[in-house]
């Protein structure tokens, strides 16, 4: 499915709105990703663009930045700019009716002689809803190509796929497009790729067992540790065991579609998924592996399970 990407001068803004806007670590020399998910996926993107090397916590400066001659993948930086954005409260995403989502449990909740939450400024579009975005926002997301005239764009659709925002209350799932990359996905996959499926499908008593044995030896050792009268949860049973490696496989084989699969150009070479960032929680990437696995493997129900 082909795409028109806007042209690479983006790059700069990106750059400057990841920097400005992941959390600084003590000290202000680096940046910490706090094991959020949008600061983790806005770390790897500077390091990707060539502004930092990665930390332990988060990343670090690098001195004489420049960007890569081959820069990272414009979908990718795409979803890290919207997450960072909505995570920092920069973009906040409306009901199809350009109301405010309830909150858990259905209510709205405001501080005293608070002003009311600004009306959207950007209009729904190309099967997207409203929101509203601060100017930084709207600055970037436009030289991105994801906005144009106060509405988001035709581009922009399959990127918030991959980071479905829910209050717009739809689903991609059966798109078309989707329904076609499905087909594709399963005629072009490479050896490889299904390889590893295979394993990562494939639970044996041997591995259910083996399982067991190392829940076994960690009570043992919690035990030994904090005495028999600490509350430490027993040892696995047989299908607790199983289970536990079912949600783990599940886990990683949404990994294989994390790092080596996306919409518009299907299975990723090796070359092209090292321009490629690990966008994990990608709502698409899960959906295309419940649906390529369901097929695939029709009796292994688990390995198809979100």
């Given amino acids: 499915m082909a795409v028109n990407i806007p042209a690479a001068d983006w790059a700069a803004d990106v750059v400057d709105f990841l920097s400005r806007n992941i959390p600084r670590g003590d000290g202000e020399e680096g940046w910490d990703h706090m094991f959020l998910t949008a600061y983790q996926i806005g770390c790897e ?12 916590w988060g990343a670090l400066p690098r001195k004489n930045a420049q960007l890569p001659l081959e820069l990272p ?25 350009g109301s405010m989502p309830l909150s858990t449990g259905g209510f709205l909740i405001y501080r005293i002689s608070a002003p009311p939450p600004p009306p959207p400024n950007i209009a729904a579009a190309n099967g ?15 030289v991105l190509g994801l906005l144009a005239e106060g509405r ?19 689903s991609f799932i ?27 499908v494939t639970i044996t008593d041997t591995d259910v067992t083996a399982a067991m044995q190392r829940r076994a030896a960690a009570v043992a050792e919690a035990r030994a540790k904090y005495g028999p009268n600490a509350n430490i949860h027993p040892p696995d049973t047989h299908s607790q065991a ?13 990994w294989l579609f994390f790092r080596r699969w996306r919409l518009s150009d299907g ?3 090796p070359k092209e998924a090292g321009k490629a960032l690990e966008i994990f929680h990608d709502d698409l990437a899960i959906a295309m592996r419940c649906a390529v696995i369901k097929r695939l493997y029709p009796n292994l129900t688990f390995a198809a399970a979100r």
């Fill in 45 to 56: 993107a500077l390091v990707a663009l060539g502004q930092a090397d990665e930390t332990r």
């Fill in 128 to 142: 997207l809803g409203p929101a509203f975005a601060t100017p930084e926002v709207l600055s970037v997301i436009r």
């Fill in 152 to 170: 988001w764009t035709e581009i922009a659709e399959t990127v918030f796929w991959r980071d479905w925002p829910e209050e717009w209350e739809m």
């Fill in 174 to 200: 059966s798109d078309p497009r989707f329904s076609d990359a499905l087909e594709q996905a399963l005629v072009r996959i490479p050896a490889d790729i299904r390889t590893e499926m295979d394993k990562l």
């Fill in 267 to 269: 299975w990723l070479a």
């Fill in 242 to 254: 199983r289970r536990g490696l079912e949600l783990l496989r599940r886990h990683d084989l949404d």
């Fill in 73 to 97: 993948r414009w979908d990718d930086l795409c979803v890290s700019v919207l997450r960072l954005a909505a995570q920092q409260r920069l973009l906040s995403y409306r009901r199809p009716d």
